[in-house]
């Protein structure tokens, strides 16, 4: 009682404008990070937009509003701004270095593949580029995430890679090294928006957990949910797998802000500057 007393006290004792625990968790303002920018504490939510994209605006501590945007990794370090009603606000994203990783594929189709393969890559590119750009109105359950599994990261978000000695896109989202069959539970409530079994990704579950926050799973082994469904937080959606380019059985989780790929270990309260 007397803890609870205290911390009371202490949070009178804080300024009106003190950061709330989501903006110290969430802003990260690097490529593939996030910015978390204060909005005033108006009436109604406003209007952000970030590269002409709808962004995630919440109110905090049911004080002030803020924008969560997602930093693209091909931003350069300098100055940024959002338009928030219309208003220009600036704000600065810092420098990150991402390291490189080289992988050996036997598969030389899954590093150059024949024009067949190319026009499938480019026809489900279209596919899932579509899904991340959905925006629904719904607010994140949590910001928080939960782990979409229980295991060890392992490839960070944003390695630069090459396969076979070749350089590809870098590395979009977080691994995590666990077993085949293991389940795969929501890290926030929401919606499955799309399910796909592609060349690179594999069998591939979207969920939009709301207001431009999207989920990709991927390299599934199974699939449990269809499209449409509304999953509760925790909910499982299919298991580990090794389908698509992977080099064996792991997660591949990727997770988007304002059709921006940010790095999912912020969410998780894992992130490592
Ligand atoms: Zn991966």
Redesign the pocket.
Request: glycine share 10%; with cysteine; proline share 8%.
């Given at each position: 009682m007397r803890l609870v007393c205290l911390f009371t006290l202490l949070c009178l004792a804080l300024p009106a404008q003190a950061e709330g625990f989501i903006t110290r968790l969430l802003n990260k303002p690097v490529p593939g990070g996030v910015a978390v920018l204060d909005l005033g504490d108006g009436q109604d939510a406003p209007q952000v937009r970030y590269q002409g994209k709808p962004v995630l605006v919440i109110k905090e501590d049911g004080r002030r509003w803020i924008a969560i945007v997602g930093i693209p990794l091909t931003v350069a370090p300098g100055e940024q701004r959002i338009e928030a009603d219309g208003r220009a606000l600036n704000f600065r994203v810092g420098a990150r270095h991402y390291r490189e990783q080289r992988i050996t594929l036997n598969n030389q189709e899954q590093v150059n593949p024949s024009p067949a393969n190319l026009k499938r890559i480019e026809r489900e590119l279209a596919e899932q580029s579509a899904a991340y750009r959905q925006f629904s109105p719904r607010q994140p359950s949590n910001l928080l995430l939960d782990k979409p599994v229980d295991g060890p990261l392992s490839?960070p978000f944003g390695l630069r890679r090459f396969f076979n000695g070749e350089e590809r896109n870098p590395?979009s989202?977080l691994?995590f090294a666990v077993g085949a069959g293991t389940p795969i539970k929501a890290p926030a409530a929401g919606r499955v928006i799309l399910i796909g079994d592609y060349f690179f990704n594999g069998k591939t579950v979207f969920v939009d957990h709301g207001q431009g926050l999207i989920s990709m799973f991927c390299h599934l082994s199974a699939v449990s949910v269809k499209p449409a469904d509304e999953l509760p937080r925790g909910a499982v959606l299919g298991k580990v797998g090794a389908t698509g380019r992977a080099t064996g059985p792991h997660l591949?989780w990727n997770l988007s802000l304002n059709d921006a790929r940010v790095d999912p270990a912020i969410f998780i309260g894992q992130f490592r500057p």
């Amino acid at each position: 009682m007397r803890l609870v007393c205290l911390f009371t006290l202490l949070c009178l004792a804080l300024p009106a404008q003190a950061e709330g625990f989501i903006t110290r968790l969430l802003n990260k303002p690097v490529p593939g990070g996030v910015a978390v920018l204060d909005l005033g504490d108006g009436q109604d939510a406003p209007q952000v937009r970030y590269q002409g994209k709808p962004v995630l605006v919440i109110k905090e501590d049911g004080r002030r509003w803020i924008a969560i945007v997602g930093i693209p990794l091909t931003v350069a370090p300098g100055e940024q701004r959002i338009e928030a009603d219309g208003r220009a606000l600036n704000f600065r994203v810092g420098a990150r270095h991402y390291r490189e990783q080289r992988i050996t594929l036997n598969n030389q189709e899954q590093v150059n593949p024949s024009p067949a393969n190319l026009k499938r890559i480019e026809r489900e590119l279209a596919e899932q580029s579509a899904a991340y750009r959905q925006f629904s109105p719904r607010q994140p359950s949590n910001l928080l995430l939960d782990k979409p599994v229980d295991g060890p990261l392992s490839s960070p978000f944003g390695l630069r890679r090459f396969f076979n000695g070749e350089e590809r896109n870098p590395h979009s989202g977080l691994d995590f090294a666990v077993g085949a069959g293991t389940p795969i539970k929501a890290p926030a409530a929401g919606r499955v928006i799309l399910i796909g079994d592609y060349f690179f990704n594999g069998k591939t579950v979207f969920v939009d957990h709301g207001q431009g926050l999207i989920s990709m799973f991927c390299h599934l082994s199974a699939v449990s949910v269809k499209p449409a469904d509304e999953l509760p937080r925790g909910a499982v959606l299919g298991k580990v797998g090794a389908t698509g380019r992977a080099t064996g059985p792991h997660l591949h989780w990727n997770l988007s802000l304002n059709d921006a790929r940010v790095d999912p270990a912020i969410f998780i309260g894992q992130f490592r500057p």
